[in-house]
C-alpha cells in the first residue's frame, strides 16, 4: 500500500528543530531587528550570521538545492513540509539559505550555468556574499514574452542589452540581475554602466537598460532560450510560493480559532455563533486542500520533473491566491478592528493576497493552462448525445443481456418496469 501521509521520524525530528528554532531564534530578530536577515549593516549582519551557521551545522542550509550543489537534497517534497513552517517567519527563508528571488535564480544557475558561471555567480549566492534580481516584466508588454522588446546585441566578445524593465523585486540592492532577453538570458551586475534605476516603486523597480555592456560570457544558457529558462525558473519559484502560502494561511487560521475562543458576544462565545463556526470549517476544508494540492504536486516533482508537473503547478499557484485571500479575509473579520490595524500579521497577510494573484504571472493565464492542459486528455463526443447520456448507454448495455432477456420475459418485464421508475425517480 503506497498511499501514505505519514512523515519518517527522523525528518520529523529536524521539522521540530526547525519549528523550535523559528520560534526561539528567528521571530525574536525578526520583532526586534527587523530586517537583519537580509541587511548589509555588519552589526545587523552579525546578529543573524550565527543563526545562519546553526542552520548550516544542522544541514539545512539552502533546502531546495541537491546535495552535488550544497544543499541537502530533500527534493521538493520534504522542502515542502519545511516551508509549512518557514513561511510563517519573515526572514526564515533568508536564515535558511532559501529565500526569493535567489532561489529561482540560483535554480536556473544550477541547471544551465557553466563550471565558470557557476563559480562566479552560484556558489557566492549560496553563501549570500552577493544578492540578485529577476527582470523579466516590461512595462508594455506585462509578462507575455511575445510582446518583449528588450534584447541584446552582439559586439565581438560583448553582448550590449537595451531595454526597460518594470517590477524587478530588489533591483536596487542587488548586486546581479537576471535579465530575460528576446534572445537569451543574461546575467547584468547592477552596477554596470547604464544600469538605470528608476526613482520608484521602491521595492520593486523600474529598471532602464541604456545600452548596457556585459562580456560575452554572461549569457546564461543557449542562445535564445532566455523562455526556457524562465519557465524552468518560476515553475519553481510558484511551488515554493505557495508552499510557504500554506504556511501564511495556517498561522491566519491559528489566530481565528483562539480569537474565536476568547471572544464573547450577544451571550456567547463567538465561535459559538454559527457564521463563525462556517468560517471555521470552510478555512479548515480549503487549507487542507490547498496543503494536499502542494504536496501531491511535491511529490510529481520529486518523482518525475517540474515539466511534467507544470499542470498541477499551475493550479497551486491560483488556488494559493484564493485560499490566501479567504482565509486572511475571514481571520482579519473575527479579530474585528484589531484584525484592521498592522499590529498582527492579519492586514498584511490579506494585502498581499492580490500580490499572490499576480506575481509570476496573472492567474487567468494559469487557469488558461490548466484547462488547456487537462483537454488534451478528452475528445468530443462522436454523435448527438454525450458519452454518460443515459438511455443510449442503456441501449448499449442491454446488448449485452440480450440473450438473458429474450429467454425470460418475466425478468424482462421486470426490468422495464425498474427502468421506468428510476426514470420517474
Ligand atoms: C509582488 C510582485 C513581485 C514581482 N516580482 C517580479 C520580479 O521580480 N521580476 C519580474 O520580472 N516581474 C515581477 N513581477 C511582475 C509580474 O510578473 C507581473 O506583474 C505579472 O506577470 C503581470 O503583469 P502586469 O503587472 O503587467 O499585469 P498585466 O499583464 O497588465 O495584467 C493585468 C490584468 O489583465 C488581465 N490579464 C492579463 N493577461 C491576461 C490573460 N492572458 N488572460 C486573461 N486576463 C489577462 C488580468 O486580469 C490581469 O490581472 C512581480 C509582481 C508582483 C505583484
Not at 110 to 131: D, R, S
Not at 245 to 270: N, P, W, Y
Request: overall charge neutral; proline content about 6%; glycine content about 8%.
Amino acid at each position: 500500500m503506497a498511499w501514505d501521509f505519514s512523515t519518517e521520524p527522523e525528518f520529523q525530528a529536524q521539522l521540530d528543530w526547525v519549528a523550535d528554532f523559528c520560534r526561539n531564534e528567528v521571530e525574536p530578530l525578526d520583532l526586534v531587528f527587523p530586517g537583519a536577515a537580509y541587511s548589509r549593516n555588519p552589526k545587523a549582519r552579525a546578529l543573524a550570521d550565527p543563526l545562519k551557521q546553526q542552520v548550516r551545522d544542522r544541514g539545512l542550509w539552502a533546502l531546495f538545492l541537491d546535495r552535488e550543489l550544497g544543499g541537502p537534497g530533500f527534493g521538493q517534497l520534504k522542502l515542502a513540509l519545511l516551508n509549512e513552517i518557514l513561511g510563517r517567519y519573515r526572514s526564515a527563508p533568508v536564515v535558511f539559505g532559501t529565500a526569493a528571488p535567489d532561489t529561482g535564480n540560483m535554480e536556473m544557475l544550477a541547471a544551465y550555468g557553466t563550471p565558470e558561471q557557476k563559480e562566479q555567480w552560484l556558489y557566492p549566492l549560496m553563501n549570500q556574499e552577493i544578492f540578485s534580481a529577476y527582470s523579466m516584466t516590461e512595462p508594455q508588454g506585462g509578462s507575455d514574452p511575445n510582446l518583449f522588446k528588450t534584447s541584446a546585441v552582439r559586439d565581438g566578445d560583448q553582448w550590449v542589452i537595451t531595454g526597460e524593465k518594470w517590477f524587478t523585486s530588489a533591483g536596487a540592492r542587488a548586486d546581479i540581475i537576471f535579465v530575460m532577453c528576446t534572445n537569451g538570458m543574461f546575467v547584468v551586475p547592477r552596477d554596470t554602466p547604464g544600469v538605470e534605476i528608476m526613482g520608484y516603486p521602491p521595492l520593486h523597480n523600474h529598471i532602464r537598460y541604456n545600452e548596457v555592456r556585459v562580456p560575452a560570457g554572461n549569457l546564461l544558457g543557449p542562445e535564445d532560450g532566455a523562455k526556457v529558462l524562465a519557465q524552468r525558473r518560476l515553475g519553481g519559484g510558484r511551488i515554493h510560493h505557495a508552499m510557504r502560502t500554506v504556511a501564511q494561511v495556517k498561522l491566519a487560521f491559528d489566530m481565528m480559532c483562539e480569537r474565536a475562543l476568547s471572544r464573547e458576544s450577544h451571550g456567547r462565545l463567538i465561535a459559538e455563533h454559527q457564521m463563525v463556526a462556517e468560517a471555521i470549517a470552510d478555512s479548515y476544508a480549503e487549507i487542507n486542500m490547498l496543503r494536499l494540492l502542494v504536496l501531491w504536486t511535491a511529490w510529481t516533482i520529486d518523482n518525475s520533473s517540474t515539466q511534467a508537473a507544470r499542470t498541477q503547478i499551475a493550479a497551486c499557484k491560483y488556488t494559493m491566491a484564493k485560499v490566501l485571500r479567504e482565509v486572511s479575509y475571514r481571520a482579519l473579520h473575527i479579530m474585528g478592528s484589531l484584525g484592521t490595524t498592522n499590529l498582527t500579521p492579519l492586514q498584511a497577510m490579506w494585502a498581499a493576497a492580490p500580490a499572490m494573484a499576480i506575481a509570476d504571472g496573472v492567474d487567468e493565464v494559469h487557469k488558461v493552462t490548466v484547462a488547456r492542459n487537462v483537454l488534451k486528455g478528452y475528445e468530443p463526443h462522436p454523435g448527438l448525445w454525450p458519452t454518460e447520456y443515459i438511455p443510449a448507454k442503456r441501449d448499449q448495455a442491454r446488448k449485452k443481456y440480450a440473450s438473458l432477456i429474450e429467454s425470460d420475459p418475466e425478468l424482462a418485464a421486470w426490468a422495464d418496469a425498474a427502468v421506468r421508475a428510476t426514470a420517474r425517480g
